[in-house]
C-alpha cells in the first residue's frame, strides 16, 4: 500500500508538471477592478472573459460600458496602458404607441408579462408590432435604466443605460435595439401595415407615405414593408432634416440621448386618457 500511494503521488506530481496551465496573475487584478455585472455589454460571456481579453490587449478598459471613468483609468495604469475609447450605446425602443395614442381590439387579463400577452392573440393591441406596456423590459434591466410612463411606454434613461441588451433579449415584440449615442436619427415605429391602416390603429404610427425618404440623402432612407428604414452604414445619417416632414412624428431626431423632438409638421398629441378598445 506504501508503494501505490507513493507511485500514485510520484504520478500526479509528474501530471500536475505536465498539464499545468499558465495564467496571467493580472487577469484576476483586473478581474477585481471591475463592476462584477457580467452584463455582456463589452461583448464578452463576461467580467473574467473582458479581464482576460484586457490583459493580452484585444480590447481596450474603455469597452466596459458599466465601469466610471475612474475605474477605466485605474485598469489602463495597473497595466500601464491607455484606457481607449469607446462610444457610449444605448437601447432604442422602435415604438411610440402609448395608451393615449394606440387602440386596443382586446383588454389583456392574466400574467403580467409582455411575454406572456403576446401568447394570446398577440396581446391585444390593434397594431400587431406594438409595445404592450407590460414591462417585462424594466423588470429585467439590472440597472434602473428603463421605466413605464404614465401612458406604459418604457423610457431608456441613457445614462443608466449600459447597452447590455437584456431588454433586446426578453422584448417578444423585437422592438429594442442597442445603438451609438451618434445614431441620433431614429424610426420610432415598427409597424409594418399600410398606410391607411396603420394611422387607424395609432395616431403616431409611420404610414410610409415616404416624405422622410425625399426628404434626406439619396440612399439614407428608404421604405421595406411600409416602414421607413434608416442605412446608418453610409455615415450620413446624422441630420435632422428627414424628421421635418413627417406628419405622425415616427421619426424623431434626438438632441440629447435623453430628448427625442419631432419634426415641425407632425400631429400635436394632446390627449392624456388611454384610448377606448375598438368594437
Known amino acids: 500500500m ?20 499558465y495564467e496571467d496573475h493580472r487577469i484576476g487584478e483586473v478581474e477585481e477592478r471591475l463592476p462584477k455585472s457580467n452584463c455582456g455589454a463589452c461583448g464578452q460571456a463576461g467580467c473574467r472573459a473582458f479581464a482576460e481579453k484586457v ?47 394606440s387602440f386596443l381590439r382586446a383588454r389583456y387579463h392574466g400574467h403580467k408579462s409582455c411575454r406572456a400577452a403576446a401568447v394570446v392573440s398577440g396581446g391585444g393591441k390593434e397594431c400587431a408590432w406594438g409595445c404592450l406596456g407590460l414591462a417585462d423590459c424594466a423588470s429585467v434591466c439590472t440597472f434602473g435604466a428603463i421605466t413605464m410612463d404614465l401612458h406604459g411606454l418604457p423610457q431608456v434613461d ?10 433586446v433579449d426578453v422584448c417578444p415584440k423585437k422592438l429594442f435595439s442597442v445603438h451609438p449615442v451618434s445614431h441620433r436619427l431614429w424610426v420610432a415605429c415598427k409597424n409594418q401595415a ?3 391602416t396603420a394611422e387607424a390603429a395609432c395616431d403616431v404610427a409611420c404610414t410610409a407615405c415616404g416624405k422622410c425618404v425625399a426628404e434626406a440623402v439619396p440612399g439614407l432612407m428608404k421604405l421595406d414593408r411600409n416602414l421607413a428604414t434608416i442605412n446608418y452604414e453610409l455615415n450620413t445619417w446624422a ?14 431626431w434626438f438632441e440629447n440621448p435623453n430628448r427625442a423632438v419631432k419634426g415641425a409638421t407632425a400631429k400635436k398629441i394632446l390627449r392624456n386618457e388611454p384610448l377606448p378598445v375598438l368594437q
Open 194 to 196: 399600410d398606410g391607411a
Open 55 to 101: 490583459v493580452t490587449g484585444d480590447v481596450s478598459p474603455a469597452e466596459c460600458s458599466v465601469s466610471s471613468p475612474a475605474q477605466r483609468q485605474d485598469i489602463a495604469d495597473f497595466l500601464g496602458i491607455a484606457a481607449g475609447h469607446a462610444e457610449k450605446k444605448v437601447a432604442r425602443l422602435a415604438c411610440a404607441g402609448g395608451r393615449h395614442v
Open 2 to 21: 506504501l508503494g501505490l500511494g507513493v507511485a500514485l503521488a510520484w504520478m500526479l506530481a509528474i501530471a500536475s508538471r505536465k498539464l499545468y496551465v
Open 239 to 252: 441630420q435632422r432634416k428627414a424628421i421635418e416632414r413627417c406628419p405622425t412624428g415616427a421619426i424623431v
Open 158 to 167: 441613457a445614462d443608466k443605460c449600459t447597452g447590455c441588451s437584456d431588454c
